[in-house]
């Protein structure tokens, strides 16, 4: 068993794209492991403070996930809870500025930079099954901004939680996995789900909404809208 925390500072953009808070931020991570039992079981807390003077700070949020890790990724605090047994890892972002829970997914997030400057010109895509909470579940797609989630879409396949696809953005012939430019155009390209050795699942993005009318799916694939 282990017991890890720490103090640091960070500061954080605002919709504007200039710094809109500096934040103290307490970790503590609690791992344990069991002779016999495989698998690194976490817990993790994560309060912000907002700095109001050289003396004083304000408790702005606290954030909790039976998570190993976390670190703070540009606009977002991101918690690691370890895959095991085949499992993938589960990644939760939490908003930097609010402290609400966003994206789950067993990757990084796919950024897609649009038109204007600051955190509000782009957009995020997240994929994965979160098998810590809801094993058993199909796996969620999330496209949004970094404050809210416009839209979620499940993805059945049949697949086992285990079989973790690679989601990819593509607009103009060019596909791309972390960081895709439409800085010169709208939000219209096409999301795509691809598992290993299979013909992948199709989502075109228009103007910045999902089009489910016209996603291209394999035999055996389905799509249901989820709140």
Known sequence: MTENGSFHWTEVLGDKGTFDAVLLLEENYHNE????????????????????????????????EKANEGEVR???????????????????????????????????????????????????VGFGYDVINNQGHDP???????????????????KDYYETPEVLANANG???KYYLDLSDSPFTFVIMVRYPGESEV?????????RLEKVVLPKGYSLQPEN
């Open 202 to 210: 199709r989502i075109p993005v228009e103007n910045d909404i999902i």
């Open 33 to 64: 492991n069991t002779p016999g039992i495989e698998g690194m079981r976490g817990d993790a807390t994560v309060k912000a403070w907002t700095i109001t003077s050289p003396n004083q700070r304000e408790m702005r949020w606290t954030a909790h």
């Open 74 to 124: 540009d606009l977002f605090f991101r918690f690691a809870a370890w895959g095991c047994c085949d499992s993938p890892n589960v990644y939760a972002y939490y908003n930097m500025l609010s402290g609400k829970k966003m994206y789950v997914t067993n990757s990084d997030l796919l950024e897609i930079r649009g038109k204007g400057e600051g955190p509000l010109s782009a957009r995020f």
């Open 174 to 176: 060019k596909s791309e």
């Open 140 to 158: 969620v797609l999330q496209y949004g901004t970094y404050k809210g989630i416009s839209q979620k879409v499940s993805i059945h396949s049949g």
